[in-house]
C-alpha cells in the first residue's frame, strides 16, 4: 500500500510563494507518474501539475504555467510543487497523487489527504 502524506500548506498574502512536499512511501524514481491536484470551496477537484517517473517531462495547468514547478527528489522519496505569485484564486487544498503507470494524463491509484493553501488579498 502506497502512503503520500502532503506538508507544506499553509496562510500567505497574494504574491507571495509556498513550497508543498509530497513524502511518498515508496521509491519515487519508479515508472509512474506522480501529480498535484487542488479543490477550492464549492468547486470540482482540478488538476495542477504532474511529472513523470523520468523526471525529464512535467505537465501543467494554463492556469498555473509559470508560476509553479513540480519536482521530485528521489533521493528522498519526495516530490514538490513551488509556488510562486500565489493569487487568491489559488486558495484550495492540495493533493499529491500517483498513478502506477507513466503518461500525462493517467488514472491516480493513490492519493494524499491533503494540505490546505489559503492567499489572502
Known amino acids: 500500500q502506497v502512503q503520500l502524506v502532503e506538508s507544506g500548506g499553509g496562510l500567505v498574502q497574494a504574491g507571495g510563494s509556498l513550497r508543498l512536499s509530497c513524502a511518498a512511501s515508496v521509491r519515487t524514481g519508479g515508472r509512474y507518474t506522480m501529480g498535484w491536484f487542488r479543490r477550492a470551496p464549492g468547486k470540482e477537484r482540478e488538476f495542477v501539475a504532474a511529472?513523470?517517473?523520468?523526471?525529464?517531462?512535467?505537465y501543467y495547468a494554463d492556469s498555473v504555467k509559470g508560476r509553479f514547478t513540480i519536482s521530485r527528489d528521489d533521493a528522498k522519496n519526495t516530490m514538490y510543487l513551488q509556488m510562486n505569485s500565489l493569487k487568491p484564486e489559488d486558495t484550495a487544498v492540495y493533493y499529491c497523487?500517483?498513478?502506477?503507470?507513466?503518461?500525462?494524463?493517467?488514472?491516480?491509484?493513490?492519493w494524499g489527504q491533503g494540505t490546505q493553501v489559503t492567499v489572502s488579498s
Open positions: 511529472i513523470d517517473w523520468s523526471g525529464s517531462s512535467t
Open positions: 497523487a500517483l498513478a502506477l503507470v507513466s503518461g500525462p494524463n493517467p488514472k491516480y491509484d493513490y
